[in-house]
């Protein structure tokens, strides 16, 4: 990880062993939807992109079994699946979690997007 990317994630008081981050806030919403949905087991957290929205790419956030093509990491504890070809899409990327009067919802800052949609969903790169 590069000196940049840990200041900033350690700003925010998040841990990461891989290219996705995630703040304190997101990581214990992340907790409450495994403890309250009953994830399956072999299931953990999935980040990726794919293609499509209104700027051209959007963000993938659910759960799901690991894949031949996914690198494993943790953050903050909690086991994440990435597909390695998203690596390119995400490296650096802070998934943050907001819960106010205006905006309720995970939430992406990614250094690597060259414009983004109104809502934050999507992407171009």
């Known amino acids: 990880m590069s000196t940049a990317v840990a200041e900033k994630a350690s700003d925010r008081n998040v841990e990461s062993t891989g ?49 031949d093509q996914d690198i494993e990491f943790s953050v903050d504890g909690i086991q994440v699946y990435m597909d390695k070809r998203h690596g390119l899409y995400l490296m650096g990327t802070t998934v943050d979690y907001q819960d106010g009067l205006d905006a309720r919802g995970f939430t992406f800052d990614n250094p690597n997007a060259t414009a983004t949609c109104g809502c934050g969903s999507s992407f171009s790169a």
């Open 19 to 67: 290219p996705v981050t995630l703040t304190a806030r997101a990581a214990e919403e992340i907790r409450k939807i495994m403890a309250g949905k009953n994830i399956p087991d072999g299931y953990h957290l999935r980040v990726g992109a794919k293609g499509g929205g209104c700027s051209g790419m959007s963000y993938i956030l659910g759960f799901d079994r690991k894949r």
